[in-house]
């Protein structure tokens, strides 16, 4: 063959690189998909497996506003398996030895469930079930049944691929009930079940990365901070953040009132914690101990747990009439007979007066070290299962240094307090209610949403002991219609399938953690897209708030160690109470002036400054009408802030900010019999 002119083939390629460059400009660069590296697809995933039953590629970057897109799951319990003793939940999230190993029964759920106690305990009936998981699942997971896995890995690889980029793994346990439940097999220990549970949840990462070529390579990448969560949505992938929800943080429990723990626990759990890399965690669950009081749990689950909190600490929950709109879940009067069988002989579960649903205890002492531990290391503090005395007092915390680290994250604190969450910058998740339950407490607080400019988030609980949603049923009048687009309109969803079980929504309900995307596919036909947009914002807002927590600092108190003067002085032969011990930075000593409505305390900040916050940590003398004024000179006096409903405890007084050197409290009418008493008050900028 004659030999082409070299002339010519250096044309071809030159028209040929002409038409690459225009290609670039004008046309999409060709995806990752079509160039046959999907990298959202593992390379050697396990066989025999589940089914994902997603196509399309998972939505990468940003929006045109610069901020990640996806939902939140707020509240998980990927290795609740590992917790109770190890035989509560049966089945794992992924085992080397495959998925067969990993969604099996507990060995004492053979041949038909009988003893399956926990089973009939939570769910009716007699726990008798068929105990084949894999491949049949005839019986499990299933929505109403809360002992077996609902979180396997490819379950959760799917809830990814249909649109979520953040989720929250607590790691979980509750060492009264391991002790009671008959079947276990390792210690009862809170502290050893969390470390096991963060190892497990790493391991769980190597062993998807393995499926994809390496370290890092996976779609499931635990993070410590904001940034790394940016950087991974970014990518695409999914970020999973570490928190903690037990009963007894730290060896944190009481008996008979008597805290088995001290400051040095407390500051070294906290310590282990976050070196685990745990950004969020519960201060107190389900029962009473050492840091604070409960939220109460009702009917009877609430009676089962209030047997467990007597094996725990000697007493039962204690109520008292609330003082305010705010309350604790009523116990109620149901009977638990399998849990009160565990009571001592001529021992009773106490019965409880309608009107008085608030717990007696609130936040400790003890339990305050341990926020202002979280607040030093940058945690985000979760206030769903705190008694409405302790959260009050932790919001209290909260507003007077302005940290935004609070987190309500499956609808466990009471909603009067939402719009404090938000004020602060923190973070609310509903927990995962059926559609129209779920859709029409979005809707009721949507204005608040609107008014701090947030997304919303979801709180699964899934392997929690919640329940979820149960089937609306095939001849609803708006059923999900598979398949459907995810949410962004980048991928398709259809039925899921594991083995020889394939789960429908519609007649299923929210059996497992795949079957998440089909739930907000049944919220938008139900709630609208406006619910469904507001829980795509989540993953952004969610960081937002773990974002500003890093980054707090505590502001300047500008009172502190500053001069001050008072009206009076209350008179004691052993101890001091002068102005100056309401602002020498310790919580401990106190100002207290005469019995008598009329008495002020001044602070001379020393220069004029901007002032805009002042915090007012009240002894029991506290003052119920009250003014905050201001003056630069002395002698002329601005009053920026009052009240006449004062009740104590920690106020914070926000106002324009204002220049001036002095400020004065000036008490109109006490709260009590005895005079104004401050432990403390702080003066801010802002």
């Given at each position: 063959?004659?030999?082409?002119?070299?002339?010519?083939?250096?044309?071809?390629?030159?028209?040929?690189?002409?038409?690459?460059?225009?290609?670039?400009?004008?046309?999409?660069?060709?995806?990752?998909?079509?160039?046959?590296?999907?990298?959202?697809?593992?390379?050697?995933?396990?066989?025999?497996?589940?089914?994902?039953?997603?196509?399309?590629?998972?939505?990468?970057?940003?929006?045109?506003?610069?901020?990640?897109?996806?939902?939140?799951?707020?509240?998980?319990?990927?290795?609740?398996?590992?917790?109770?003793?190890?035989?509560?939940?049966?089945?794992?999230?992924?085992?080397?030895?495959?998925?067969?190993?990993?969604?099996?029964?507990?060995?004492?759920?053979?041949?038909?469930?009988?003893?399956?106690?926990?089973?009939?305990?939570?769910?009716?009936?007699?726990?008798?079930?068929?105990?084949?998981?894999?491949?049949?699942?005839?019986?499990?997971?299933?929505?109403?049944?809360?002992?077996?896995?609902?979180?396997?890995?490819?379950?959760?690889?799917?809830?990814?691929?249909?649109?979520?980029?953040?989720?929250?793994?607590?790691?979980?346990?509750?060492?009264?009930?391991?002790?009671?439940?008959?079947?276990?097999?390792?210690?009862?220990?809170?502290?050893?079940?969390?470390?096991?549970?963060?190892?497990?949840?790493?391991?769980?990462?190597?062993?998807?990365?393995?499926?994809?070529?390496?370290?890092?390579?996976?779609?499931?990448?635990?993070?410590?901070?904001?940034?790394?969560?940016?950087?991974?949505?970014?990518?695409?992938?999914?970020?999973?953040?570490?928190?903690?929800?037990t009963s007894e943080p730290f060896g944190c429990k009481q008996v008979l009132d008597i805290a088995q723990c001290d400051k040095e626990d407390i500051d070294a759990g906290l310590d282990e914690l976050y070196d685990l890399?745990?950004?969020?965690?519960?201060?107190?669950?389900?029962?009473?101990?050492?840091?604070?009081?409960?939220?109460?749990?009702?009917?009877?689950?609430g009676t089962a747990i209030n047997v467990g909190q007597f094996l725990s600490t000697g007493t039962f929950w204690k109520t008292e009439k609330c003082t305010g709109p705010q309350h604790d879940n009523p116990i109620g009067?149901?009977?638990?007979?399998?849990?009160?069988?565990?009571?001592?002989?001529?021992?009773?579960?106490?019965?409880?007066?309608?009107?008085?649903?608030?717990?007696?205890?609130?936040?400790?002492?003890?339990?305050?070290?341990?926020?202002?531990?979280?607040?030093?290391?940058?945690?985000?503090?979760?206030?769903?299962?705190?008694?409405?005395?302790?959260?009050?007092?932790?919001?209290?915390?909260?507003?007077?240094?302005?940290?935004?680290?609070?987190?309500?994250?499956?609808?466990?604190?009471?909603?009067?307090?939402?719009?404090?969450?938000?004020?602060?910058?923190?973070?609310?998740?509903?927990?995962?209610?059926?559609?129209?339950?779920?859709?029409?407490?979005?809707?009721?607080?949507?204005?608040?949403?609107?008014?701090?400019?947030?997304?919303?988030?979801?709180?699964?609980?899934?392997?929690?002991?919640?329940?979820?949603?149960?089937?609306?049923?095939?001849?609803?009048?708006?059923?999900?219609?598979?398949?459907?687009?995810?949410?962004?309109?980048?991928?398709?969803?259809?039925?899921?399938?594991?083995?020889?079980?394939?789960?429908?929504?519609?007649?299923?309900?929210?059996?497992?953690?795949?079957?998440?995307?089909?739930?907000?596919?049944?919220?938008?036909?139900?709630?609208?897209?406006?619910?469904?947009?507001?829980?795509?914002?989540?993953?952004?807002?969610?960081?937002?708030?773990?974002?500003?927590?890093?980054?707090?600092?505590?502001?300047?108190?500008?009172?502190?160690?500053?001069?001050?003067?008072?009206?009076?002085?209350?008179?004691?032969?052993?101890?001091?109470?002068?102005?100056?011990?309401?602002?020498?930075?310790?919580?401990?000593?106190?100002?207290?002036?005469?019995?008598?409505?009329?008495?002020?305390?001044?602070?001379?900040?020393?220069?004029?400054?901007?002032?805009?916050?002042?915090?007012?940590?009240?002894?029991?003398?506290?003052?119920?009408?009250?003014?905050?004024?201001?003056?630069?000179?002395?002698?002329?006096?601005?009053?920026?802030?009052?009240?006449?409903?004062?009740?104590?405890?920690?106020?914070?007084?926000?106002?324009?900010?204002?220049?001036?050197?002095?400020?004065?409290?000036?008490?109109?009418?006490?709260?009590?019999?005895?005079?104004?008493?401050?432990?403390?008050?702080?003066?801010?900028?802002?």
């Open positions: 063959m004659a030999r082409r002119p070299h002339h010519r083939r250096k044309d071809v390629a030159v028209v040929t690189l002409l038409l690459l460059v225009l290609a670039i400009a004008l046309g999409p660069v060709p995806s990752s998909a079509a160039a046959g590296t999907d990298w959202w697809v593992p390379a050697a995933r396990p066989t025999p497996d589940s089914r994902i039953d997603v196509t399309g590629e998972p939505f990468t970057g940003t929006d045109a506003d610069g901020e990640v897109r996806g939902f939140v799951d707020a509240h998980n319990h990927l290795m609740a398996n590992e917790a109770f003793g190890g035989r509560l939940i049966c089945g794992r999230t992924f085992s080397e030895a495959g998925i067969a190993d990993a969604l099996k029964d507990c060995p004492e759920h053979y041949p038909d469930g009988s003893l399956a106690v926990f089973d009939f305990i939570t769910k009716g009936g007699d726990g008798r079930h068929d105990p084949v998981g894999w491949p049949t699942f005839k019986d499990w997971p299933a929505h109403d049944s809360m002992t077996h896995q609902q979180n396997y890995y490819a379950w959760v690889e799917r809830a990814w691929r249909g649109g979520q980029r953040v989720l929250v793994n607590d790691l979980v346990t509750n060492g009264v009930i391991c002790s009671v439940y008959f079947f276990k097999d390792r210690s009862c220990d809170e502290m050893t079940s969390i470390r096991l549970q963060a190892k497990l949840t790493y391991d769980l990462q190597a062993y998807i990365d393995k499926m994809y070529g390496g370290t890092g390579k996976g779609w499931f990448r635990i993070v410590t901070d904001s940034a790394q969560a940016r950087e991974v949505i970014e990518q695409g992938k999914l970020a999973v953040i570490l928190g903690v929800e890399g745990v950004r969020s965690m519960f201060l107190c669950h389900k029962f009473d101990n050492a840091l604070c009081g409960v939220r109460f749990d009702e009917g009877g689950l009067g149901a009977a638990a007979p399998e849990a009160e069988k565990e009571l001592p002989a001529g021992v009773e579960v106490p019965s409880y007066d309608t009107d008085a649903q608030c717990n007696v205890r609130g936040l400790t002492e003890l339990g305050e070290y341990a926020v202002r531990g979280m607040m030093k290391r940058k945690m985000m503090l979760e206030i769903d299962h705190m008694s409405v005395k302790a959260t009050g007092r932790v919001l209290d915390i909260f507003e007077a240094e302005s940290y935004p680290g609070v987190l309500s994250s499956h609808s466990w604190m009471d909603l009067n307090w939402t719009e404090r969450v938000y004020g602060l910058g923190g973070f609310v998740a509903q927990y995962m209610h059926g559609s129209e339950e779920f859709a029409a407490e979005a809707k009721r607080t949507d204005a608040l949403r609107d008014k701090y400019d947030v997304g919303y988030g979801y709180g699964t609980d899934m392997n929690g002991v919640g329940g979820w949603p149960a089937p609306r049923g095939a001849d609803a009048a708006n059923p999900v219609t598979y398949p459907f687009r995810s949410v962004d309109g980048g991928s398709l969803i259809d039925r899921q399938t594991t083995g020889q079980r394939t789960w429908d929504l519609n007649t299923d309900g929210a059996a497992h953690y795949g079957l998440v995307p089909d739930w907000i596919e049944d919220i938008r036909l139900v709630g609208g897209q406006d619910v469904v947009d507001d829980l795509f914002r989540g993953a952004e807002s969610y960081l937002d708030t773990l974002g500003a927590t890093e980054r707090h600092r505590a502001g300047l108190n500008l009172a502190k160690g500053a001069s001050a003067t008072a009206s009076s002085v209350e008179s004691n032969p052993f101890t001091s109470y002068a102005p100056g011990r309401a602002v020498d930075g310790d919580a401990g000593t106190r100002w207290a002036g005469d019995w008598s409505d009329d008495q002020w305390l001044r602070i001379d900040l020393g220069s004029t400054h901007r002032v805009g916050r002042v915090t007012l940590d009240w002894e029991r003398a506290y003052g119920k009408s009250y003014r905050i004024d201001l003056s630069t000179d002395g002698k002329t006096w601005q009053t920026v802030w009052s009240t006449t409903s004062g009740d104590g405890g920690l106020d914070t007084a926000r106002f324009t900010g204002t220049p001036a050197r002095y400020v004065r409290v000036q008490g109109l009418d006490r709260g009590t019999d005895w005079g104004y008493s401050l432990y403390e008050v702080g003066v801010h900028s802002s």
